[in-house]
């Protein structure tokens, strides 16, 4: 970080001060500094230092904020209540839901040792049995979160899972329209393919909405195995249909690496399992039914898109903070035909 303290795109670090100095007195021993935290493709990560404590800030992007795409009181809270459970998260300092600090919501939490693995090299050079082990850690930790009773640890109103799958598509799609500049091959008939062969939902879960390997830290300093520290970025969270987390784990494994960036590589590491290992692992662990998950795999596949087509609309209009948005645009119609490919296998079938 440099000597002197700079305000990277997106925070006031003297308005940050002054706010963490009332609303937390004593934390913040020096200079606060800050740096932009690269990877994420949407809600906007932030390290913290005062040059002996670190902390992590999060708020959404800057410009063309979807309504319900980036609810930081949402994240602030699933991770609040999980904290004493099985599912690691970092632990909850402070959340702001209004503007006068930064021009949009923000919360704080603590730094969590850990490496997001998005690169097949940097994973791979853990060695094939290292890497097998950590998949089905990621698989086991969804597991984990799947098991849990919202009941208890109260977040029994985080969301209505009756019609969950129907409301879902309802919003992707509308989301889709909010940021269309362009055609796009095979997205709107993928949608109505969908809302057409909509699936009788399991019993509901917490559902985390992007789960996959680079939305979890893994701390790797202990050569007798590599600990998953945190699992990360809820902001599309809610109580719904568990499958659809492992729709996307699973399309996630299937694209590793397809693209410029907006799928990650690391799933392509020798060792990591395979897709249907994944989903056998995950049934046994929940004693749930996911022998069929070609629905949630196209839908995955839609969702992926419109998340695409919003980092392609933000980046044409200079709204976008790091590096790798600049071949997102390319994604879309990509993911599109894998979905339809989807589908067409399961109408096959």
Not at 63 to 74: F, I, Q
Not at 167 to 190: I, K, Y
Request: aromatic share 6%; glycine share 10%.
């Amino acid at each position: 970080m440099p000597d002197t303290p700079a305000d990277p795109p997106g925070l006031d670090l003297a308005r940050l001060r002054a706010h963490l100095d009332r609303a937390l007195p004593g934390t913040v021993q020096g200079p606060l500094r800050a740096e932009l935290i690269e990877g994420g493709r949407s809600n906007l990560t932030y390290r913290l230092t005062d040059g002996t404590s670190r902390w992590v800030l999060r708020r959404p992007p800057l410009g063309h904020v979807l309504a319900t795409a980036h609810d930081m009181g949402r994240e602030h809270r699933v991770m609040t209540a999980l904290r004493d459970t099985g599912v690691p998260v970092p632990a909850t300092l402070l959340l702001d839901r209004g503007t006068d600090v930064l021009g949009a919501p923000w919360y704080l939490m603590e730094h969590v040792p850990g490496t997001a693995h998005r690169d097949a090299a940097a994973l791979g050079a853990l060695g094939e049995q290292r890497v097998h082990a950590l998949g089905h850690r990621l698989v086991d930790t969804l597991a984990t979160l799947h098991r849990i009773d919202p009941v208890a640890v109260g977040i029994a109103d985080f969301g209505r899972p009756e019609g969950y799958l129907e409301r879902q598509l309802r919003r992707w799609s509308t989301q889709l329209e909010a940021s269309r500049s362009r055609e796009l091959p095979g997205v709107d008939r993928l949608h109505g393919l969908l809302a057409e062969r909509l699936p009788a939902s399991p019993a509901p879960a917490l559902v985390h909405g992007d789960y996959r390997l680079d939305n979890v830290l893994v701390d790797s300093s202990d050569r007798s195995g590599d600990t998953i520290t945190a699992v990360l970025d809820w902001e599309m969270s809610t109580l719904g249909d568990p499958l659809t987390d492992v729709g996307l784990l699973v399309m996630y494994t299937e694209l590793a690496g397809v693209g410029g960036g907006i799928i990650p590589s690391a799933a392509t590491a020798p060792g990591f399992p395979a897709a249907g290992e994944l989903v056998a692992r995950y049934a046994e662990n929940t004693g749930r039914d996911a022998a069929d998950l070609h629905w949630y795999v196209a839908f995955a596949s839609f969702k992926l898109a419109v998340v695409a087509e919003g980092i392609h609309y933000r980046y044409r209009q200079g709204r976008t903070l790091g590096t790798g948005f600049e071949r997102a645009g390319e994604m879309a119609p990509v993911l599109a035909e894998h979905g339809l490919t989807t589908l067409d296998a399961l109408k096959e079938r």
